[in-house]
């Protein structure tokens, strides 16, 4: 019987392209984890990611899910999968799940956490995942900014794809801003994100906190619906996918 397998990772995406697997790499989160369980079943598995992480962006709580007709309690999979994957990427928990949940498509919400270095430095055995801006930062502008962004929006002006056929309307629900010494942390929530959008968003903030910017040029970055209206892409070392969170009716079984 083939039931369907619901995950939660944990990865350092420093040396990998990204989640989603591609021809010309192999070097790809999803490529890593479909080899491994391909190992385990002797067949063939598609493994379906909440998003498509880029390269170099790490994840605390990546969901996916994959159909298998392994004879493994959730617990084996888990084991196996932690036993043959690389140190980088670690599987938390493996659950059953309804046999219609799907990661990408039943999730509702996203939130996004970027890290930014302020001090003179960054701290050694932090350097893979944190921003060193090494630059005061105005925070109070910022978020002044930040609150023009909340809310549906087209965020084409915050999308590297300039070919983007689909939509580039999403909703963003939060934008929250947390000082931790030298450290900023901003973690943004919302129903989805475009290529690049967490990273272009930063950029952007972070130049109105330089006083590169004014905060209130955000609104006309919005309507402008041009990608080089927008702030510079922020290095993806400082990204981490935190959390997806699903309706009651797609939790596990």
């Known amino acids: 019987m083939i039931k369907n397998y619901r995950m939660v990772l944990e990865y350092d995406g420093s040396r990998y392209d990204g989640?989603?697997?591609?021809?010309?790499?192999?070097?790809?989160?999803q490529g890593k984890v479909e080899h491994v369980l391909e190992r385990m079943t002797g067949q063939a598995v598609e493994v379906h990611g909440s998003g498509r992480t880029d390269a170099g962006v790490h994840a605390l709580a990546q969901v996916a899910n994959f159909y298998?007709?392994?004879?493994m309690k959730p617990e084996e999979v888990k084991e196996y999968l932690n036993q043959y994957l690389p140190e980088d990427i670690r599987v938390n928990t493996v659950e059953f799940a309804q046999e219609r949940?799907?990661?990408r498509l039943h999730?509702?919400?996203?939130?996004?956490?970027?890290r930014i270095e302020t001090g003179a430095k960054k701290q050694v055995f932090e350097r893979k995942y944190i921003?060193?801006?090494?630059?005061?930062?105005?925070?109070?502008?910022?978020?002044?900014a930040a609150s023009l962004l909340i809310g549906e929006h087209d965020f084409k002006s915050f999308c590297s794809n300039r070919k983007m056929k689909k939509s580039t309307v999403r909703v963003l629900n939060r934008i929250e801003f947390q000082q931790q010494?030298?450290?900023?942390?901003?973690?943004y929530t919302g129903n989805g994100f475009l290529y690049n959008m967490v990273r272009i968003l930063t950029g952007t903030l972070i130049e109105v906190g330089l006083g590169q910017r004014k905060a209130e040029e955000l609104k006309e970055i919005l309507e402008a619906k041009d990608r080089s209206a927008a702030g510079f892409t922020a290095p993806?070392?400082?990204?981490?996918?935190?959390?997806?969170?699903?309706k009651e009716s797609n939790t596990p079984q």
């Open 19 to 29: 989640w989603q697997k591609q021809g010309n790499t192999e070097q790809t989160i």
């Open 68 to 71: 298998s007709d392994v004879k």
């Open 101 to 103: 949940f799907h990661s």
């Open 107 to 114: 999730a509702q919400e996203k939130t996004y956490l970027y």
């Open 131 to 144: 921003y060193g801006l090494s630059k005061t930062l105005n925070i109070k502008a910022m978020e002044q």
């Open 181 to 187: 010494g030298s450290r900023v942390l901003i973690r």
């Open 236 to 246: 993806p070392e400082g990204l981490f996918l935190e959390q997806v969170r699903y």
